[in-house]
C-alpha cells in the first residue's frame, strides 16, 4: 500500500483556472514536499513544509499536519504549468522520502 | 553552480551488460541520494550516502546493484549484470543537511535495456 495518495491522478485545465492538487500520507512526518516534473525529465524541488503556508509567486503549499493533508494550489495557471507533480514526505529517523505517484497536469490555452 | 550533474543522459545496453552510471553532486552538499523512476511505481530510493558513507541501501532492488560514493563529489551506481526490468530513469539527488536544504536533482539518466 503506497503510503502517500495524491489526487486527482490527471488533471486538465484551462488557462486561467485555479488549480488544486492534494496530497494525504499515513505516517507521522517531519516535512513535505512538492516536486515538479517537467515532460523532458528533469525535476525541481518547489516546497519543503512542515506547518502552514508557503507561497512563490502563483503557488501556494499548504500543510494540516493534524488531517495528514497537504495541498498545491497554482494560481492563474498557465500552459507553462503543465508538469508532472509530486509530493513526497520524510519520515523515520533517517528522514527518507516516500514519494507519491504524482499527478500529471495539462493546462490547455 | 550548475547544480547535480549526471552522466550519461541516456544509455541503451544489452541485457547482461554492465552499466555504470555517475553522479556529481553540488559542491558542499553532504547528502546524495540515488532514485530510480518507473511508470509502474514512480519514484522509489534506491540509496543515500551522508559525507560518503552509505546509510540505508534498503532501496536496492538486488545484488546486481550497488553503489560508491569514493570522495564528495562523485558517486556511481552500477548495475551487473543488467536485465530489461532495469529500465527506468535513474535520478541522482543531494542535499545540505538532514533536513535536505537546498535538495536539487539531476537530469537524470534513462536507462533501456533490450
Known amino acids: 500500500k503506497n503510503e502517500v495518495e495524491q489526487s486527482p491522478q490527471n488533471l486538465t485545465a484551462q488557462e486561467g483556472e485555479f488549480i488544486t492538487i492534494n496530497c494525504s500520507y499515513s505516517v507521522g512526518i517531519s516535512a513535505l514536499h512538492w516536486l515538479q516534473q517537467h515532460p523532458g525529465g528533469g525535476i525541481v524541488s518547489l516546497f519543503m513544509?512542515?506547518?502552514g503556508k508557503k507561497k512563490h509567486g502563483r503557488l501556494i503549499a499548504t500543510i494540516n499536519i493534524q488531517e495528514k493533508h497537504s495541498s498545491l494550489h497554482i494560481t492563474a495557471s498557465h500552459p507553462r504549468d503543465s508538469a508532472v507533480y509530486i509530493c513526497a514526505v520524510r519520515w523515520g529517523s533517517q528522514g527518507n522520502l516516500i514519494f507519491g505517484k504524482g499527478t500529471k497536469l495539462s493546462v490547455k490555452p | 553552480d550548475a547544480g547535480v550533474i549526471q552522466s550519461p543522459r541516456h544509455e541503451v545496453t544489452e541485457m547482461g551488460q554492465e552499466v555504470t552510471l555517475r553522479c556529481k553532486p553540488i559542491s558542499g552538499h553532504d547528502y546524495l541520494f540515488w532514485y530510480r523512476q518507473t511508470m509502474m511505481r514512480g519514484l522509489e530510493l534506491l540509496i543515500y550516502?551522508?559525507?560518503?558513507?552509505?546509510?540505508?541501501d534498503s532501496g536496492m532492488p538486488e545484488d546486481r546493484f550497488s553503489a560508491k560514493m569514493p570522495n564528495a563529489s562523485f558517486s556511481t551506481l552500477k548495475i551487473q549484470p543488467s536485465e530489461p526490468r532495469d529500465s527506468a530513469v535513474y535520478f541522482c539527488a543531494s542535499s545540505l543537511g538532514r533536513y535536505y536544504y537546498g535538495y536539487t536533482f539531476g537530469s537524470g539518466t534513462r536507462l533501456t535495456v533490450v
Open positions: 513544509l512542515s506547518s
Open positions: 550516502f551522508n559525507n560518503n558513507v552509505p546509510i540505508d
